[in-house]
């Protein structure tokens, strides 16, 4: 629809419901002449007379009538859903929706956001655990997450997180009567608990690097997944090698239940880091939501 046919429906309802060209005009900020002018332009287009005009009063004819009843509900959902998008720049609301994968989501997101969720009652987040970098555009979600800061050109990418150690462990019962490695090339004579990468399938080779010295492997065993807390798990459980994040493998390294190995070859990698699309309009509940998760310099 044409911009003016809109602004003339407006005012023909204007009018039609206060029954006069002086107050409707109040209402719309315009003077008197232009509203009568554009009620006349109005029924020109149509080829109908919509008003019926007397020097007391205006009234709606029966075409005028119909056209009221037909587009005076419709303009005023239109006003109710533009108060209310107005209303959610003022109050944060809606539903925020960040894909990342789950240990991302264990250790910095849900901790950070459960205070924010408790605080904004009308905010909702969505996560969806993914290991891949997702299109956020093209699957709809309002962010992601991923190691590193190396995003598209028409992302941001904002810091959460203090660098990311990798560890390698596995249970005292899996290790009996086992040599410990000695290079991570030795992991090959052992059973090693696989990732499963989205990315064509394919198994995560695991890195390593000392010094300036890198090297991948590629591992193999009984058991293969795509969540870090079952690799973590299966470790535990004597099934072999886990190669998963050292801030959730230290506490059973501390307990004993897992023992740790080839230290000097642990890997660190880039914090994480939230991408979103580089807009100029955030709504107010992702505004919160990347300040909730933001990482301060010195933080733990």
């Not at 929706?97 to 956001?113: E, F, Q």
């Not at 690799?231 to 072999?240: E, I, S, T, V, W």
């Not at 880039?270 to 010195?298: D, F, K, T």
Request: glycine share 6%; with cysteine; charged share 20%.
């Amino acid at each position: 629809m044409a911009q003016k046919n809109l602004s003339d429906l407006q005012a023909f309802v204007a009018v039609a419901r206060e029954r006069s060209f002086t107050r409707a005009a109040a209402q719309l900020g315009l003077s008197r002449s232009a509203l009568s002018h554009s009620m006349l332009a109005l029924e020109a287009r149509l080829g109908v007379r919509l008003l019926t005009r007397t020097t007391r009063s205006v009234s709606t004819t029966e075409a005028g009538e119909r056209l009221l009843e037909a587009v005076a509900p419709r303009l005023d959902e239109i006003e109710f859903e533009l108060g209310s998008l107005s209303a959610m720049r003022e109050k944060p609301m809606g539903t925020v929706r960040i894909t990342a994968h789950d240990h991302a989501i264990n250790t910095v997101l849900w901790p950070k956001l459960l205070p924010l969720l408790r605080e904004y009652p009308d905010i909702q987040i969505e996560f969806s655990v993914d290991y891949a970098f997702t299109d956020i555009a093209e699957q709809r979600f309002d962010a992601g997450v991923r190691v590193g800061d190396r995003v598209d050109k028409d992302m941001v990418a904002v810091r959460l997180a203090p660098e990311l150690r990798m560890a390698v462990a596995a249970s005292p019962s899996y290790l009996l009567g086992k040599p410990l490695p000695v290079t991570p090339h030795d992991l090959t004579g052992h059973h090693c608990i696989n990732l499963r990468l989205p990315t064509h399938g394919g198994l995560y080779a695991w890195n390593f690097e000392r010094g300036d010295e890198s090297l991948a492997v590629r591992v193999s065993g009984r058991t293969t997944f795509n969540n870090t807390f079952m690799m973590l798990q299966a470790a535990l459980d004597g099934l072999g090698f886990a190669f998963v994040p050292l801030d959730i493998m230290q506490p059973h390294i501390d307990e004993g239940t897992l023992v740790p190995v080839l230290q000097e070859w642990w890997p660190t990698f880039p914090g994480y880091h939230l991408y979103y699309a580089n807009r100029r309009h955030l709504s107010p509940a992702l505004s919160l939501v990347i300040e909730a998760l933001r990482w301060q310099e010195g933080a733990a």
